[in-house]
């Protein structure tokens, strides 16, 4: 029976590099994303690998897409192996500089695109649950949504969200032989600054510079995540310090560690003139 897996936002970024990643395993991968153009490029080379894949296009922000979507899946595999919510967006910026709608305009997306999907696909994830297979719910959440930092309020709550919500359906889904896991990346270098939005001056540079800070590559990335789902983690974190960052939050009393990481903080921020 052939392994089928959907990536979303598969078309650029961390979804690319997931996209080629479960391609390279031997996967037919459906990509689905809001640019056929850059899809088609990603369809490209997994082809030059030997693969296959095919791209069907979806705004996780629309029922009516994410329907679509889930009729064609149906139509072409019948069944699904693993769904990897991977779409996301950036924000950031200090509080007074996120209005509501930037709120919502990354909740709807990060949050509920992604409960959207994981509502629509699970009738395909049954049909493999029970065989000799382990259907997989991979959520692409972030560090920010376990250790959060200053000047990302709702990129950090829409990503700490996913982590509860990827929790939940962990213990929910776990009768039904279907297994979740969410991974926690640190920032690296992808195209997240893209997506980015933000009111607040300066912000956009201060991601670009947290961005390329990293000592690893998307590809390493997705082969960290991979290989974690694949053994059945629940959490994946990423990064060496990530990992301890997210140890010592859990071992210190809160106090020392939120004092911590006030200090470590101290300097962080951008500019506040609205001009």
Request: hydrophobic share 40%; aromatic share 6%; charged share 20%.
């Amino acid at each position: 029976m052939s392994y089928h897996v959907l990536v979303t936002g598969g078309a650029s970024g961390l979804g690319k590099a997931l996209a080629l990643r479960y391609a390279k395993a031997g996967a037919e991968v459906c990509i689905s994303d809001i640019n056929p153009d850059t899809a088609a490029e990603v369809i490209k080379e997994i082809k030059d690998l030997q693969g296959k894949a095919f791209f069907i296009p979806c705004d996780i922000t629309q029922q009516q897409d994410v329907d679509k979507l889930k009729e064609g899946l149906a139509e072409k595999w019948q069944h699904l192996d693993v769904l990897v919510n991977n779409a996301g967006v950036a924000t950031a910026g200090s509080l007074e500089f996120e209005d509501i709608e930037q709120w919502q305009w990354v909740m709807n997306i990060n949050l509920l695109g992604l409960v959207r999907m994981t509502k629509s696909l699970l009738s395909l994830l049954r049909t493999v649950a029970g065989s000799t297979r382990v259907p997989r719910i991979v959520n692409i959440a972030s560090q920010a949504g376990i250790t959060p930092i200053p000047m990302m309020a709702s990129y950090n709550a829409s990503k700490a969200a996913v982590v509860s919500f990827s929790e939940t359906m962990h213990l929910e889904l776990a009768r039904e032989g279907i297994h979740v896991s969410v991974a926690c990346p640190s920032f690296f270098n992808t195209n997240l600054d893209k997506s980015l939005r933000s009111q607040q001056p300066g912000a956009d540079k201060l991601v670009k510079k947290m961005l390329t800070r990293s000592d690893i590559n998307a590809d390493q990335v997705a082969d960290i995540i991979f290989q974690g789902a694949e053994k059945q983690q629940f959490m994946i974190i990423t990064h060496k310090q990530g990992k301890t960052a997210h140890r010592l939050k859990r071992l210190l009393p809160t106090k020392r560690y939120l004092n911590m990481i006030k200090h470590k903080t101290r300097n962080f921020g951008v500019s506040r003139d609205t001009e």
